[in-house]
């Protein structure tokens, strides 16, 4: 651990100690003189970097006065022992000689996107870095994928991996085994967090990130949802999602308000995740299970995938259905995801094609249909659009999208192959440079994404 992540961890025992109050609370406590945002507090509390002495200050203040009820000044001696303890690492981090700093940062400083200098801050001409990173920079210019080291999640015997999601906010990767754990996982150390999420009597199906990173949330066959802090690992609360088979896809809508979940009963339910309490009635109309459920990016949308080869496509206010899309080759819809504008729907099935919709109108879209060796089980858009992943039974593949062509997407010889396995699903960072797959045998692998080519 460096000595920043051991800073970090300091913080988030102290925020424990003082009552484990959310984000949101710190940032509506913090002292006007001195705002406290809930991204910064969780970069603060992440030791993603080192905060600003006056920031620090006032987020310990904040912190110590939900314990005490009293305002707290600077000579508070909690305040005091963190104070030099942050000093300490001002002098480190000053101290490292500038052309060997990018060597030296802590990981948990280093943005994931280090393989790319279109990622990443120029501190310097190309000839100062070392030849590896130079290779490797090249290499994701001219459009190559660079394998990185997986991940591997512990399970136990007999259980299978079944999701692995980045979270929207932090550099942080969670993966989750049928075996009802969740492990948390830093990708750009490839070290595990030390936190391990139990809580569900039978295997967990799902699992996804609020749009805020505060918070965790996994489903499974006993048809409950479980919702984590994914710092500390503490249960947030249960929603008892009233259906009458397993939990088989989730996702929550942009703003957080909503967590739709899709089971075995065939039926799309919305919740609010705050109370748990359900947001108007089921949605019905697919006959068979829900494989997937996605919100568009402004939440006007909710698409759903069943195994009964049927996407239908709901206006999530009105729990209303807005379109229905069927494809008379996929008999099975097992994946489905909308493009970062909200104009495009790539879904996948038993077909083994990723085929696009348009979505306002449920109608093929005017591009190649992109075609995996297996059923696909996985799709995802990168957050600029440029690329889609998908994930089959047996590989999963990368496709270039070129926006400035009618999003038109590349030919079979810009296709990449990623590596033959059981995949179970795939997703993309916030920022769009790491790519993760997960296998069933509990591999995460993590793959650097090339440049977009202009």
């Given at each position: 651990m460096t000595e920043l992540e051991a800073f970090a961890a300091e913080l988030r025992d102290l925020r424990i100690e003082c009552g484990n109050p959310s984000l949101r609370d710190i940032e509506k406590a913090a002292p006007p003189s001195r705002p406290l945002s809930a991204s910064a507090i969780s970069e603060a509390l992440n030791g993603k970097r080192l905060p600003r002495l006056d920031f620090f200050i006032a987020l310990v203040q904040t912190l110590i006065r939900f314990r005490s009820g009293t305002p707290v000044n600077r000579e508070n001696p909690r305040v005091e022992q963190l104070r030099l303890r942050w000093q300490e690492l001002e002098r480190l981090r000053v101290s490292v000689p500038r052309n060997t700093r990018s060597d030296r940062t802590p990981a948990s400083q280093r943005s994931s996107a280090t393989p790319t200098a279109a990622y990443m801050p120029h501190t310097g001409p190309m000839s100062d870095r070392g030849l590896a990173e130079r290779a490797v920079l090249a290499a994701l210019a001219r459009g190559r994928l660079i394998s990185l080291a997986p991940l591997q999640h512990d399970l136990a015997p007999g259980a299978k991996l079944v999701s692995a999601a980045f979270s929207p906010k932090d550099e942080l990767l969670a993966s989750a085994g049928s075996d009802g754990k969740v492990q948390l996982w830093d990708p750009v150390t490839g070290r595990s967090r030390g936190v391990v999420m139990t809580g569900h009597t039978g295997p967990l199906t799902v699992m996804a990130f609020s749009p805020d990173g505060t918070l965790l949330a996994s489903a499974g066959s006993d048809g409950k949802v479980q919702?984590?802090?994914?710092?500390?690992?503490?249960?947030?609360?249960?929603?008892?999602?009233?259906?009458?088979?397993?939990?088989?896809?989730?996702?929550?809508?942009?703003?957080?308000?909503?967590?739709?979940?899709?089971?075995?009963?065939?039926?799309?339910?919305?919740?609010?995740?705050?109370?748990?309490?359900?947001?108007?009635?089921?949605?019905?109309?697919?006959?068979?299970?829900?494989?997937?459920?996605?919100?568009?990016?402004?939440?006007?949308?909710?698409?759903?995938?069943?195994?009964?080869?049927?996407?239908?496509?709901?206006?999530?206010?009105?729990?209303?259905?807005?379109?229905?899309?069927?494809?008379?080759?996929?008999?099975?819809?097992?994946?489905?995801?909308?493009?970062?504008?909200?104009?495009?729907?790539?879904?996948?099935?038993?077909?083994?094609?990723?085929?696009?919709?348009?979505?306002?109108?449920?109608?093929?879209?005017?591009?190649?249909?992109?075609?995996?060796?297996?059923?696909?089980?996985?799709?995802?858009?990168?957050?600029?659009?440029?690329?889609?992943?998908?994930?089959?039974?047996?590989?999963?593949?990368?496709?270039?999208?070129?926006?400035?062509?009618?999003?038109?997407?590349?030919?079979?010889?810009?296709?990449?192959?990623?590596?033959?396995?059981?995949?179970?699903?795939?997703?993309?960072?916030?920022?769009?440079?790491?790519?993760?797959?997960?296998?069933?045998?509990?591999?995460?692998g993590l793959w650097a994404v090339p440049q977009r080519r202009a």
């Open positions: 919702l984590w802090d994914p710092v500390t690992g503490r249960s947030r609360g249960v929603v008892m999602t009233d259906h009458t088979g397993p939990l088989t896809a989730m996702a929550f809508s942009p703003d957080g308000r909503l967590l739709a979940s899709g089971g075995g009963d065939a039926t799309v339910r919305l919740w609010n995740p705050i109370n748990g309490q359900a947001v108007g009635e089921p949605m019905i109309g697919h006959s068979a299970v829900i494989n997937a459920v996605t919100f568009s990016c402004d939440g006007t949308l909710l698409a759903s995938a069943g195994a009964d080869g049927r996407l239908r496509l709901w206006q999530p206010d009105a729990q209303r259905l807005m379109n229905e899309i069927l494809s008379d080759q996929n008999p099975v819809a097992n994946a489905v995801a909308f493009s970062p504008d909200g104009t495009l729907l790539a879904s996948g099935g038993a077909d083994r094609v990723v085929q696009l919709w348009t979505a306002d109108t449920g109608r093929a879209a005017d591009i190649p249909l992109a075609k995996v060796w297996s059923t696909i089980v996985s799709v995802a858009f990168s957050p600029d659009g440029a690329w889609i992943a998908a994930a089959g039974d047996d590989s999963a593949v990368l496709w270039a999208q070129d926006q400035t062509v009618s999003k038109r997407l590349y030919g079979n010889g810009q296709e990449l192959l990623l590596f033959t396995n059981a995949f179970v699903s795939v997703a993309f960072s916030p920022d769009g440079t790491l790519l993760a797959g997960a296998g069933e045998d509990g591999k995460v």
